[in-house]
């Protein structure tokens, strides 16, 4: 079955630095890989799509690119703040209804 | 519009307890998910519902949970005969149907469960 990785360890980084979260897959490649941010006590809230045909997307600061060689998404905040400081999600779609998410990698961007 | 709102948003009962808890989705959407995520770890799939088709109950735990959708809009998530491993944050979430836009799941902000 599908396996998610996300480093569990909590990723602390320096405001204005750029913050890389890894996501790695074991199995198939999905159709779509979705990345959301999750706030404590809060629901998660999507971020950014990227599509098994896409190498990269970007969104203002947010940049998540997508290697199905490797099986591996990475998503990048460049020139984080400490309003970054969240936990965030990946979450695979084979292209059907059915998600499968990862555990989440909480980052904390320290002032 | 609003977004996904849960109710309760919190619930402590008793083991052994049955409770109910309930999604109503962003109007117009016509898929329906239920997650539930524990301290600490990802979330986890339960059931999935999309318009009048039969919901997808495959991620349910055991026969103690059941879910409904009344008229393709309200849901209720019922948890029978509680257990102490049921405690955990009860996530809603709802999007446009497969195959339209980014199938974008938008959450509401969760129930949290303590059974004692």
């Known amino acids: 079955s599908q396996k998610i990785e996300q480093n569990s360890e909590a990723l602390n980084i320096q405001e204005g630095k750029t913050a890389t979260l890894t996501c790695n897959y074991t199995n198939y490649s999905p159709a779509y890989l979705q990345w959301y941010r999750q706030d404590p006590g809060r629901g998660p809230v999507f971020l950014l799509l990227?599509?098994?045909?896409?190498k990269e997307k970007r969104k203002e600061r947010l940049k998540v690119t997508f290697d199905t060689t490797l099986k591996q998404s990475l998503f990048h905040i460049t020139a984080s703040q400490p309003a970054d400081s969240a936990t965030y999600l990946c979450?695979?779609?084979?292209?059907?209804?059915?998600?499968?998410f990862g555990t989440g990698t909480r980052l904390k961007v320290l002032a | 519009g609003a977004g996904v709102s849960q109710s309760p948003s919190n619930k402590v009962t008793e083991k052994g307890k049955d409770v109910e808890l309930r999604c109503d989705p962003i109007?117009?959407?016509?898929?329906l998910y239920w997650y539930r995520q524990s301290l600490g770890q990802g979330l986890e799939f339960l059931i999935y519902f999309q318009g009048n088709s039969a919901p997808d109950k495959s991620g349910l735990p055991s026969d103690r949970f059941s879910a409904e959708r009344t008229g393709g809009s309200v849901s209720t998530l019922t948890i029978q005969r509680t257990q102490q491993e049921d405690s955990a944050v009860y996530l809603c979430?709802?999007?446009?149907?497969?195959?339209?836009?980014?199938?974008?799941?938008?959450f509401g902000p969760g129930t949290r469960l303590t059974v004692l």
């Open positions: 990227i599509r098994e045909n896409e």
């Open positions: 979450a695979l779609d084979r292209g059907t209804y059915k998600y499968i």
């Open positions: 109007s117009g959407h016509t898929a």
């Open positions: 979430a709802s999007s446009l149907p497969p195959g339209l836009m980014y199938n974008e799941q938008f």
